[in-house]
């Protein structure tokens, strides 16, 4: 089962940089780690996805090492609108066919002015 | 585009009463999910639907839960009888894909607040 650890809490100031590292000692070789975001009363958001090495998108970094047993969600000069909660998912249930994800309790991104 | 749709957006009930939620995925979505939210954790998988096949319900209390997906497109959720703990935000997603793989983004309803007194 590719469960994921990551920090409960992460505390942050406007304009720094923001990495998030999620563990995931059991990741599978068909496996993909993905990540949401979600603010109150809203439903998770897609932020990024990748298998291996790093992924850049507009709004986000993901690096992922080359044993792929953990991944750092990095994001570019935050600002207060980027206090969330953040998950990282591993896409398998123990190598079956079926997508099942767990999203874990994330990590709760709080960004001061 | 139009996203997930999803309601009602709040519900309270007393326990033993029957609630329903309904969600329209996005078009052309073959996958479905119904997640539940507990305050304070991350959400639970309950039913995974591909097109309206059920692919995976091994979360679901079926003794008081139940979910369809008919024609492939609308879902709804019901709850009877409810309890106390059923008390959560249940969320809805759709995906092109199924989860896990590539380009499997699960896009999300803003979620049915469940309040069971």
């Known amino acids: 089962l590719a469960k994921t650890t990551q920090p409960i809490s992460m505390d942050s100031y406007e304009g720094q940089e923001v990495n998030i590292t999620c563990s995931h000692n059991?990741?599978?070789?068909?496996?993909?780690i993905t990540w949401y975001q979600q603010f109150p009363s809203q439903g998770p958001r897609f932020i990024i996805q990748g298998y291996k090495t790093k992924v850049t998108n507009e709004v986000a970094s993901l690096f992922i090492p080359a044993d792929r047993k953990s991944s750092t969600l990095s994001l570019p000069r935050v600002s207060l609108s980027d206090t969330a909660v953040y998950y990282c998912?591993?896409?398998?249930?123990?190598?079956?066919?079926?997508?099942?994800?767990?999203f874990g309790r994330g990590t709760q991104l709080t960004v001061w002015p | 585009e139009a996203g997930v749709a999803q309601s009602p957006r709040y519900k309270i009930i007393e326990k033993r009463q029957s609630v329903a939620f309904w969600c329209n995925p996005i078009s052309g979505h073959a996958t479905l999910y119904w997640y539940q939210q507990i305050l304070g954790q991350g959400p639970k998988l309950l039913i995974q639907f591909q097109n309206n096949g059920v692919v995976d319900d091994s979360q679901l209390p079926k003794d008081r839960f139940s979910a369809e997906r008919l024609k492939g497109v609308d879902s709804t959720l019901k709850i009877q009888p409810a309890k106390l703990e059923d008390s959560a935000v249940y969320l809805c997603?759709?995906?092109?894909?199924?989860?896990?793989?590539?380009?499997?983004?699960?896009?999300f309803g803003p979620g049915t607040r469940l309040t069971v007194l």
């Open positions: 997603a759709s995906s092109l894909v199924l989860a896990g793989g590539p380009g499997d983004t699960q896009y």
């Open positions: 998912l591993v896409g398998r249930d123990g190598g079956s066919t079926l997508g099942r994800l767990y």
């Open positions: 059991n990741i599978a070789t068909n496996d993909y």
